[in-house]
Structure formats: structure tokens, C-alpha cells
């Protein structure tokens, strides 16, 4: 049921690169978990509410107060790439 | 008997009565992890400098007062997915092997203003994904009775840690029974509480609508104490709550007489190994003539919980660890020429095996076309499991049963097979779908000497019984620390005493 | 050619007017040092959390209730999920399944009479960080400073059929947004922003064509000519027999023209699911009154009591309510002088014809009310002529100066001195024999001349009233005398 254009569709949209041997063993691992994940549509789940929230929890708010001092060397310090203040990544095209 | 083989309860004790000093008990544990961390590797960083200094600020507190709580002084571990300010915080992976977070986790704030000493970070799965800590960047922990077999997972450095006589307790987190499992493989003992009584706030996420913090100790009284400290309403963490009641720490003693326990069915067949059932059953027994009522009862749609946990928790950790692309933290694969390069030859490298296995499941479940059969019909599932457990509790005060199917498997036998290792989880991921507390203790052993775990499941808030159930049946039972060679009680044998 | 018909839709993103982001306690305020305004909840650090900001939710409550919209009372946060370095956590807390406001409309002004225009819906979301190319190192610096600033979107129905209804539904919109003080909607800075999805068919048809989108539009005469581009293209396209493709274009406002943005790589697809991380919002029948209570007026009644109350023209109330900042400035002014007459004069004619020499929206006008209302009562107590305060004003709209100081500093105040207004009118009587025996002899004209010639002398500062009566005064005894 996995095919390889899901793989790759998959890999792609999680930004990952799988080389050929590993594609191949991905394939046949999610085939195999996909396929006992099916078994949820044994149960008969017409007219249920997807679950939202675990708890009947709502209505969380901070009030609109700024608590925030500037912290932007601590922000940067584990950057892999930096330029002055900003974060550094290959150029963005349009 | 040698001051680590204490429990944290008891070292806090004389601690506060001034018999132990915080130093001592600081370097004698120091002393054990030297001894034993080439043998199991329990922690991924020890924080030697920063928990003797630490010591004596805590002396000076105690001695002024500032630190009353039960555990003031006793040295702790926590987990390598909770964020400590200015300590490298892990996850067990390459992405972050040196990220070093400026905020420490909500937990690790509590542990601090309760004059507790962090004495370094546990080993894991890489980012919590796993049951036998053999997905870690840096390597397996191994489980201080049987050291060719794993300690679970994911928290099963922390677990083996308090079993090996490496930590007095631990802070694990537990998403799909990442606590209570190898709990249950290291015969120690831990408590997932209900979904939202431990803020989240610096515990790097896994699966946010089912991951929570919390306690690994020898015992359960030491499991309600530490719970005490780092359960509370956090205004960092909106899925957080404020909870009444008595503290946990009181909640010990009552016995069991008259509660009524359910023995779901369901548990007992398929897969559970003969003398795992024969252990939890005898358990039951136990209760029983204690006085609790126990009977088998139904549980609806349990057989469920594992595909509906698996896109879960494929699903959020998709979106969670997106984050690691290589911009503001954490590894960055060398020599990309353009954008798209870094972001895939980062995210391929960085992250293990397993993690981008869940990755491409978690991309897959919610991708166009697929999101209402997958993760749609999950959170069908979830609801139904939650209501089965709701109507369980109409009936029963908890339910019991085995925390895995097995007791600890050899090192390197669940890794070629992740299904089998996701069906491992059976008795554990209900929990976490329905938001429920559990405790897994040590019930008994194997015929090769390896622990068996009891899980009892309570109702949302039920932590305070199910410590009072745990805790009678614990009183039962001799407590034994791990096989002759990891506890050193002087005499060459291996240290055992009656539960306190 | 075919008669074609334009169908137009906006997505509207309007940064909201909090002190504080969507989900963290960092300033957002415009501006400053790169990634400084942030948090490691802001900038994604791992282990961190959201917490809404209320007044975020009140906000977009109230743009809801103003815009005729059915407020959801259960609603929740969905992740938007994409790869993009201005986007810290990989994915973007928005709204799909259930956003706060829907089916709501907005009445415009056409041609041919009123038209509602459709609200879909509005939700919250998050703004991403800023990107900067750095041509030095031809490489990309990212700027969090923007990351989680509240922001709702406004997304119409496809019922505007020209550039001109498309901008007369943001200008309406942008004011019911400025009024109720959710937004200052400053397009330059990008607190205003428009997405416009375009299509084009047959006229008569009912089916919609395939429409493009084109983002980020920031001024409204970009967006009116980007909706004549556009749909010239797409007709040319459908003309000569081809096929418009949905896609994501670019309006280059200098060139006049739209162009393809290079399609990203991979295929979109946001993976929409629930935050888990936050909870439901829940609204309450008593929460949605205690906002509609807060509710400020807005322009239409405005307008009708300026004309009420205040005796302004009703041309003249909507030119001033057409822009909060002018009614806003216009009403304390009139407050603090007690003249709302003059205060709407000066800023009907004086401000704007500034305002219009400098190129500026009457949204950027810089005038303090308290200075205006000093200079009004200034005028009044005759202290500097109509002349002179013109210039006062023009000092105190570019310089901000204090009209009281500028006034004394540079000796403009109107001589009040009798004996030495006689004194001069005296003087230039004699100077001027002939002006003087002009006007004796009837020459009503020459008085003027007298009077400009006495203005000279007293370099601007007599009253011209006062100085026009002495010299008929003067004048009348040299005829008495002679």
C-alpha cells in the first residue's frame, strides 16, 4: 500500500533525504504499521467527536502585560550561524 | 547499610535532622555514579562541579530555613528532555548534543526551590521515541539487573539510575509509558500523573496532548513526595491545572479496604508472558485479601489505543520537532549550498532512525487526503477509549493490570522490528490517550531474576488512591535493590531490607 | 472579445494593537535591534509554550461584532505546517476548523448605490519574522522581532467585481478597524496587508473562473492597479486561448505587472491540525456584551454627531471622520478650545493642504490637539492675525513647535498698543498724502492700500480691524480739520 511516490511524497514534506537502502526498509516498516494502524476502522466511531482537549480545560488567557525584557544574545547563543544580531541561512529565493 | 541505599523520603530525614550532611550525600552518590556509569551509562551528563557547589548552598538553605521540603538535600536526576538554564539538554540526539537552553523547565524550578540537588541528565531515547533507550545518540543504558538486557524507555536511563543506586530519584516523562515501563523492566517505581498536573513548560515535546512529567524512585512513598514537589498550576503552560486536595505525601496510608479494582479482560490475553500475568494476578490477590474488592471487568476499545496512539503521536512529534531545521539551535549538516540542503541533509543527520520514522508517519497521517482517515479517525478512537475508561470508573475506584507483556528483552531485539516494539506498549498508551494517572511497581520476578511490573490506572485526579492502593501492597512485598554487584552494602551481597 | 466579468476577494492580515505578542509577554512594538523583541516562546525554543493574550481574543471579537459577523462560541487553534526560516517553529498557531468569526458583511459605496460586500471569516493567528538578504554575503539574516505579533485575518467572499470596490471595502474596512482601536492599520509599516485572489469569466456566468493570488499588497493604489493588471492579463490569457493556472504571483507595482513567484519546491501542504498546546476558547453570551458594551463609537455616528453637535458642514464630517486620526485630533481640539468650527477649519484647510504638499495620508499627521487649541485661542483673544497664525500653524505641523513660545520668541504677537497704532497711522498718512485724498475724495479702494502700508510698518502684527478703524478715524479728523 506504501508506494514509492508516498515515501518520497512523506520525506519531502518532513524535509528528510532517504538514501536508497533505507528508503526501501522505510517502505516496508510503515507498510506494516500503516497497515495494523488500519485496524482502527474496525471500530465503529459514526458520531463521535474527535477528541479536542483530554481535559475539560478552556478559556487559558495571559493578560496583555509585557513581561519580556530584551534577551536576544541568550536567543542567539546556540545559533549554528550568525551575522551581528540576526540568524544566517543561505539565501531565500523567491 | 551505605547511605545511597537509603530512600530519598529517609535521606531527607536525617538530612533535615542534621545526621547526614547535604556534602556527603552529595559525593556519595558522585562516588556510586563513578563507580557503576562505565557499567550502565545511565546519564547523558553528570553535573559533578554544579552539584557540590550546589550542596553546600543547599546546607547553608536548610540551616536558614529556606528549604523545608521533604526532599531538601537529596540529590536528584531528571531526564534529558527537561530543559535546565545553561546545561546542555540533549534529547538524546545529535540535533541537540549541544544545546544549551537559557530557561530552565518548570519541573527543574520547583526541584530547585525544594532544595533538592541535580546531580546530572538521564539517558533516553532519542527524543523520548523508543522503550529500551537503544535509540540514544550516545549510546544504551543497560538495566542494572541484567546488564545484556535494556532498561526500557524511553526514561530508561533515569529509571535504572534510582535502580542501580545512581540516583535517589528521577524525573522521567512519559508519553506512551515511557515512565512506567522501565520502571517496570528496572523494578523501580513511577507514577504518570493525570494529563496537565505537571506544567510542560521546558520539557521538550514529543507529543504535547499526551507527554507529561513525572516521578522515578525506589518506592512509593518517595514517588508521592517528588510528585508533590513539581505537581501545581503552571501560568507557562495552558494545558496545566490547579488541583485541590491533601498532598500526595499523606495520601500513603489507608489501606485498600473496600475499593473496588477492576481487572480489565483484555489485558490478559494475546501476548502477556505466563509469568508476568502470574505475578499481576497474584498482586491482585494480594489487594484482595487486603480488602479491596477486585473483579474482572470489561474495557472497551482498548485494542485500540496503539493505532490511534501511533498517528497521534507520529502527528504532533511531526510538528514538534519541525523546529530543528538548523537556523536557531542545534545541528546544522556542514557545506549546504541552499536552503532546502540544509534543512534536509540537517533533519536527515541529525535525527535518528527511528525518529524519522515517526517523522514520515507523522507527515503522512495528516497529509492531503489522508487526515480524516488517519488522524481524524485517531481522535475518534480516543474519545471512544476515553469514555470506555469513564465507564469503567462508574464501576471501579482503578484498574490493574501488567505495565508491559514482558519483562526486560535482550539489547539489540527490538530495533529491526519497530511494530513489534510498538505493540509492546499495549498496556501503556491507554493511559496517556485518556489523560489518566497510573503507577507502575515492582510486583514480583521472573524465573531469570528480572522485575515485574504492576500498573494500576486511576480516574482523572485519582493519584492520591492509587498511591494508597500501591503503597498497601508495596508494604507486602520485600524490597530488593538490583542483583548482587550494583548496590554495594559493604558485604559483597546484594542489599536488601524491608520496606520502610 | 468577450465581455468578461472581475471577481475579486481580499484576504485582509491586520496586525493588532496589543502591547504584547499572541502567545508570549514581548513588546510589539515597531521597530528596534534585530531580535530583540523576542522570548524563547517566540522563537521557538524547544520545551516552550503557548499562552494567548486576551485581549487578542476581545479584539478580534470585536472586529467580528462591528463586521456583522457571527462570533464562534467555541473556538480553537489549528498548526499551520510549513518549512520557512521566518517561521521559528515550523509551523504557524492560525485557525481552519473552527475560526472566531463568520458570515459576517461590510456595506460599500458604488456607483450604482450600496453593496454588501461578504465576510467569510476572520481568525487569529501569528506573524512570522522578517527576512533580510544581505548582498554583501548573498545569504539571508532572519529578524524574530515580528514573530508571534497578534494578527487577524480577514477573508471576504469573492463579491467585489472592480478595483475600486476592492479598495472602497478596505478603506471601509480599515476604518471600522481604527475606530474600534484594534488596529492602527499603518500599510506602510505592514500593519495593513492585503492578499487579492482574482479570477475572471464570461459576464453572465455563474461558475468562478481559476483565480491567482497575489500577497502582500501595501498601499491601495498598488492594489487598484494590481487588480487592472491582473485582470488585463487573464483576459488577454483566456483571449488568445489559453489557461489561467491558480498560482501565486507577484505585483511589481514599478514595472506594472504581475509575474509567476517561482513555485516553492515542494507541493503546499499544511498538514492542518489542532494546536494541542492550547486550549478551547470559549465565549460567553456575557463576555460578547461586555465587548459589545466597550464597543467605541464608530464613523457613521460620528459623522452625524459632528454635524449635530457640532454644527459642521456634513461634507466636511466625513472628510474629518474619513481618517481616525484627523476625527481623533479634530475632537480634542475642539474640546480643549471649546471652538469646533475653527478647529475643523484649520484642519480642513490648513492640515490637509500640508498634508497634501508633503504627500502624507491624513493617518500620518503629527499634531498635537493642545497646540492647535493654544493657537485657535490665541487667534481669538486677538493676540496674532489670521496671517501670522498660518504661519504659527505651518511652524507647529512641521516643527511641533509650542505656539506660545514661537509667538513670544520671534515678537509676532499683534501690537495692542493704541497710542502706537495712532502713532503709525499717523505717520503713514503723511507719507502717503495722495492714498489719503483719494479715499477723502471717495476712493473707498484707497483705504486698503493705507491699511497694507500701515501693516508694513507694523511688520504684520497690528490687527487689521483695529488698524482700518483708526485709519477711517484719522482720516475723518484731517476731513473735520481741513
Redesign the interface.
Known sequence: MITDETIAYAAALAKLELSGGERERLKKDLSEILGYIDRMNELDTDGVEPMSHVLPVTNVFREDVVTNGEDGENLLANAPDRSGDSFRVPRTVE | MKLTGLTAVELGRRIKSGEIGVREAVEAQLDAISAKEDKYHCYITVLREEALARADEVQKGIREGRYTSPLAGVPVAVKD???MRGVR?T?ASKM?E??????S?AVVEKLEAAGTVILGKTNMDEFAMGSTTETSFFGETKNPWDITRVPGGSSGGAAAAVAAGEAFAALGSDTGGSIRQPSAFCGVTGIKP???TVS??????Y???LDQIGPIARNVEDCAALLELIAGRD?????S?TREGPAFGSALSGGVRGMRIGIPRGYFSGGLDAEVKDAVLAAAGVLQEQGAEVEESELE?V??A???Y??IAS??A??NL??Y????????APG??????????T??EG?G?EV??R??????????GY?DA???????????I?QGFDRAFERYDMLLGPTAPTTAPKLGASLGD??KM?LGDIYTVAVN???LPAISLPCGRDRAGLPIGLQLIGR?FGERELIRAARSFEQTRQWRLPAAGCISDGRGGAAEREAV | MKNYETVIGLEVHVELATKTKIFCGCTTQFGGPPNTHCCPVCTGMPGTLPVLNRRVVEFAVAAGLATGCEITGNCRFDRKNYFYPDLPKAYQISQLYLPICRNGGIEIETEQGAKRIGIHEIHMEEDAGKLVHDPQEDCTLVDYNRCGVPLIEIVSDPDMRSAGEAVAYLEKLRLILQYLGVSDCRMQEGSLRADINLSVREAGSTQLGTRTEMKNMNSFRAIARAVEGERKRQIEVLESGGRIVQETRRWDDGRNTSFAMRSKEEAQDYRYFPEPDLVPVVISEDWLREIKAREPELRDAKMLRYEKEYGIPAYDAAILTGSKRLADIFEETAALCGNPKEASNWLMVEALRLLREAGQEPEELALEPAKLAALIRLVEAGTVNRTTAKEVFEKIFREQVDPEVYIKENGLAMVQDDGLLRETVLRVIDANPQSAADFLGGKEKALGFLVGQTMKVLRGKGNPERVNALLREALGQRTAES
Do not use: H, W
Open positions: 528532555n527537561i530543559c539538554t534529547c541537540l549541544e544545546f544549551r537552553p537559557p530557561y523547565a493525570t494529563y496537565g510542560r513548560y521546558g520539557l521538550i515535546a507529543a504535547s496532548s501560568e507557562r503552560d495552558s494545558t491545572v476499545a485494542d485500540y496503539i493505532p490511534a501511533y498517528v502527528a504532533e511531526g510538528s519541525s523546529r531545521d538548523g537556523v536557531k539551535y542545534g545541528y546544522r549546504c549550498g541552499g536552503l532546502q540542503e540544509v534543512y534536509k541533509k533533519r536527515s535525527f532512525e524519522r520514522r517523522m514520515l508517519i507523522g507527515a503522512f497521517v495528516l497529509s492531503s487526515y488517519y488522524y481524524g479517525k485517531a481522535m475518534k478512537v480516543r474519545e471512544v476515553r519497530p511494530l510498538y490517550l485518556a489523560g482523572p
